[in-house]
């Protein structure tokens, strides 16, 4: 398995501008707007460089201690994601257990991966820090809360570059650790699917199948 190390993401010469200006804003919303999980995708290649760009989020991305605890795996190769799929397909068919009756029939019919139609698979994996780390004495999870701060930016910048990222939970960590050879400390936390979409997207897709819709957030102001 080959084992890549990126540059931090190169900045212009001297002192950072920070000044976000309105378009800066402006586009910023449009992104998290436009932002889905995706599911479905078309077979067109990432060209390299995107996803070198993309991969450059975790250079970024903050950390508690700055301990930058994550591995990323990229996958590529078919057989690989059809042993993927595999370990989803036995999740998925024990999850839908858990619903009875008109659910259940909309469960079945759900799409709930893009893992064997992504031309690319992305696991990221929580790579705990072998030192004590500063600031997690009492919420060790912050940690772990880093990866998936990371793995947000990722989803972000990836719809900025006309991507669409999905999220595939129904994966067992362990099938992935010995599938993907990964180190015996590493432990994944995300299979991301990622490709260029073969959907346009509104709205969640969970919305629009009718599974559920989203909730206004709800503030208690002290």
């Known amino acids: 398995m080959r084992r890549d190390t990126t540059s931090p993401v190169d900045g212009p010469a001297g002192t950072p501008d920070n000044t976000a200006t309105e378009a800066d804003r402006d586009a910023l919303w449009r992104v998290l707007r436009a932002r889905r999980d ?29 301990s930058q605890p994550w591995q990323v795996t990229v996958v590529t190769r078919p057989e690989l994601k059809e042993a993927v ?25 759900l799409k709930l991966d893009g893992i064997r139609e992504a031309p690319v698979g992305l696991l990221v994996s929580f790579l705990p820090p072998q030192e004590a780390t500063l600031g997690t004495t009492s919420m060790s999870a912050a940690l772990e809360y880093s990866v998936v701060s ?19 939970s129904l994966v067992r960590p362990a099938e992935l650790r010995r599938l993907l050879d990964l180190p015996d400390r ?3 936390l995300a299979y991301l699917c990622l490709g260029y979409p073969a959907l346009e997207l509104w709205e969640p897709l969970l919305q629009t199948v009718g599974w559920d819709t989203r909730k206004p957030l709800e503030v208690e102001w002290k």
């Open 38 to 66: 995706h599911r479905h995708f078309r077979p067109d290649p990432v060209p390299p460089e995107i996803l070198k760009r993309l991969l450059g989020v975790f250079d970024v991305a903050p950390s508690v201690g700055l």
């Open 150 to 168: 990371a793995i947000t930016l990722l989803w972000l910048a990836a719809t900025a570059e006309g991507l669409g990222l999905g999220w595939v």
């Open 186 to 188: 590493a432990q994944p």
């Open 85 to 109: 799929y595999a370990s989803f397909a036995g999740v998925r068919q024990e999850e839908r257990e858990r619903f009875a009756g008109g659910r259940r029939e909309r469960y079945d019919a």
